[in-house]
């Protein structure tokens, strides 16, 4: 981890000191690209400084000590949880006692839902108990569950082309990995689409480029007017065996029960924290992951890593003395899983003062060894993030991409400020870069 936290930080830090306003606006324009690429250049010792304590000193683990802590203690930190309010609690102590500056709470509603006991078990061809994990926000089923024959699609299209088959019966997707972007429109929409053709519910084939017979959960949508109906995900194994099953004509027979439950919207937190920039305070540079996790994993890589090596990159500038010209505000957002909640609302609590924000970064796509970072914005503003990845070149880490993004800061990139997210090929949803 200690590598990906210097990538971090040092950006984060390095963007922070470059003079003018947000890289986005019409500052740079006042200053030659020439003065700011050397102004950049100067920056080299400090670089070093944060290389050697990131990675060689005394923080080299500090961030993996921390989060195990955290994750030791807490445990999964779903939405709506007990235990993500303890978890944003305890963040926000750590925050006071690290001496960082205007450390607080902002409050926001977020969804609170219990997946509860679940199962699926095939009747027919042959009795097999299937490893299933129902999806966030699902509805129940009825307390003796739901026995239905299925449908195996592929894709969309297929389910279209099969309606008048889908009704009354559970629709399994079966649907290739190709990449998780394309993967990951069954999960979130497969519910909705098989209750329009009056499906009783739907399996999902986990969003998954290889599986070691694990199903994977994950946020799914419902949409106004269409009937709720329950909805899960399966293995890849299950998924591929009752796809062959059907290619030969057998009849699948499934029972499902689900005792998920959703409850009024509950009472959370973005945690907050700041160094204070010494030029322009009233310029952020936003560095921020998520505290939330789903309820069947410690939450560790998504996005407990992320979260602390974003409050590392505070950290190591605090430790090293350093003062940036800009604010740097980091933030721990809550009910990313849920599609961005928490972090929606802080846009909406903030974007009065967009033009105030120079930058925005998330770390959301796993703790691997780095390769660079994905960006998005203006010419200019990449050609600015280049030259300060150059020095990061004693680590060899000076790649910049394209398409940076992420759940909780796409948001202000949708309205121009720029983003960069961390790169590091790795299992799940890094391997977004390998495939796009």
């Known amino acids: 981890m200690k590598f990906h936290v210097f990538v971090f930080v040092g950006v984060v830090h390095l963007l922070s000191l470059n003079s003018g306003k947000a890289v986005y606006g019409n500052g740079i324009s006042q200053r030659t690209f020439q003065e700011i690429k050397e102004e950049i250049a100067c920056y080299g010792d400090v670089a070093k400084a944060i290389i050697n304590l990131a990675v060689y000193g005394k923080a080299q683990n500090r961030s993996y000590e921390r989060l195990a802590l955290l994750v030791d203690t807490v445990g999964p930190r779903l939405s709506g949880s007990k235990s993500l309010e303890k978890a944003i609690q305890i963040m926000h102590q750590n925050l006071q006692e690290d001496g960082l500056e205007n450390v607080h709470l902002e409050p926001v509603k977020i969804p609170h839902w219990e997946r509860g006991e679940e ?12 490893a299933v994990l129902g999806l966030g926000g699902s509805i129940g089923t009825p307390p003796e569950g739901i026995t239905a024959e299925v449908l195996v699609v592929t894709s969309f299209d297929e389910l279209q082309r099969r309606a008048p088959e889908a009704r009354g019966k559970i629709v399994v997707y079966n649907q290739p990995y190709t990449s998780y972007s394309r993967a990951v429109q069954y999960r979130v929409q497969g519910a909705v689409e098989a209750a329009k053709v ?65 409850y009024p919207d509950a009472d959370s937190f973005n945690t907050v924290a700041e160094i204070i920039g010494s030029k322009y ?42 003062r940036p010209k800009r604010t740097l505000r980091l933030v721990l957002w809550t009910a990313e899983e849920q599609g961005g909640i928490g972090a929606l609302q802080y846009y909406q609590l903030h974007k009065a003062n967009i033009s105030n924000y120079s930058l925005v970064m998330e770390s959301d796509l796993g703790t691997f060894l ?12 990449r050609a600015i993030v280049e030259e300060v990845m150059c020095l990061l070149q004693p680590i060899n880490v000076t790649q910049v991409f394209r398409a940076g993004e992420g759940t909780d800061i796409n948001f202000w990139i949708q309205a121009g400020v720029p983003g960069d997210t961390g790169s590091s090929p790795g299992p799940g949803r890094s391997h977004m870069l390998q495939s796009n």
């Open 198 to 262: 009056g499906a009783l519910a739907t399996l999902i084939r986990s969003v998954a480029s290889f599986s070691i017979y694990s199903p994977h959960t994950g946020i799914q949508e419902y949409q106004d007017g269409v009937p709720k109906i329950p909805t899960a995900c399966i293995t890849v194994e299950d998924a591929e065996m009752m796809s062959r099953m059907a290619s030969r004509g057998s009849r699948i027979v499934i029972q499902l029960k689900m005792g998920a439950k959703n």
């Open 119 to 130: 199962s699926a078990v095939m009747l027919e061809p042959r009795i097999h108990k299937m």
């Open 370 to 381: 780095p390769s660079g970072l994905q960006f998005t914005g203006s010419d200019k503003a």
């Open 281 to 322: 305070p009233e310029q952020v540079v936003l560095v921020s992951g998520h505290l939330d996790s789903w309820d069947v994993g410690q939450g560790a890589m998504d996005d407990g890593g992320g979260a602390f090596i974003s409050w590392e990159a505070l950290s190591l500038i605090k430790d090293l003395g350093l």
